[in-house]
């Protein structure tokens, strides 16, 4: 279907370590967004790719869109608990028509 | 410069009642979208407005319905309520069909007894 998968579905980690989540396609995507959503919270645009093995970085984090363009990475380094909150890759069709990703919630244990 | 606000923030319906939600998208933005997300879930894409008629619809039956105003506000309707209809609604805003990243309000929780 149209879905972009994530894993994992769930990650804690200790406060300082890093995370992954990835994100994967069965169909080329034209570009991929990432969405962070805190806990309660909306969901707040953090960044989109649209080449192909496009790395793109804010501060802590670094966005990757595979040479494929059928998944893509969010890294964090050196986790804070500012960081909490649930991260969604979305797929874009046609007009800002956006299909979510199961997302990856992040726990940060102090 | 205000974002996107929708209202109420909560509300409860019994089944078989109607719900209308509202929205103003943020300042310049002239197209809306609406999103459903049940707990735990990401949010799924019902319909977007743009000048003032439907533009694309995702995968929801007709009883969820829409309009959008000459001053860019839009309501979500949703008739005969369903228990599976408790959610969280987003509304989202964006300056045009095609420019990326959308602008999420509040959202306002659903929840039908």
């Known amino acids: 279907g149209q879905q972009v998968m994530q894993i994992p579905q769930y990650q804690h980690v200790q406060e300082g370590e890093d995370f992954t989540t990835y994100c994967n396609s069965s169909t080329t995507l034209s570009n991929i967004q990432w969405y962070k959503q805190r806990p309660g919270g909306h969901p707040v645009f953090l960044i989109q790719l649209v080449k192909s093995g496009e790395v793109k970085k804010q501060k802590r984090l670094t966005f990757q869109f595979g040479e494929a363009k059928k998944n893509s990475s969010l890294h964090i380094t050196a986790t804070q608990t500012t960081d909490v909150g649930t991260y969604f890759c979305v797929r874009q069709t046609g007009a800002n028509n956006l299909f979510f990703g199961t997302g990856t919630r992040l726990t940060v244990i102090p | 410069d205000a974002g996107v606000t929708q209202s109420p923030t909560h509300l409860i319906k019994t089944r078989g009642q109607q719900v209308t939600l509202r929205c103003s998208p943020k300042?310049?933005?002239?197209?809306v979208s609406w999103y459903q997300q049940a707990l735990g879930q990401g949010p799924q894409f019902i319909f977007q407005y743009y000048e003032e008629e439907e533009r694309q619809r995702g995968n929801f039956p007709d009883r969820f319905s829409g309009h959008q105003f000459p001053n860019y506000s839009s309501e979500l309707n949703v008739n005969a309520l369903l228990l599976g209809d408790s959610a969280l609604y987003l509304c989202?805003?964006?300056?045009?069909?095609?420019?990326?990243?959308?602008?999420f309000g509040e959202g306002s929780r659903l929840t039908v007894l």
């Open positions: 300042s310049g933005h002239d197209t």
């Open positions: 989202a805003s964006s300056p045009g069909l095609y420019s990326g990243e959308l602008f």
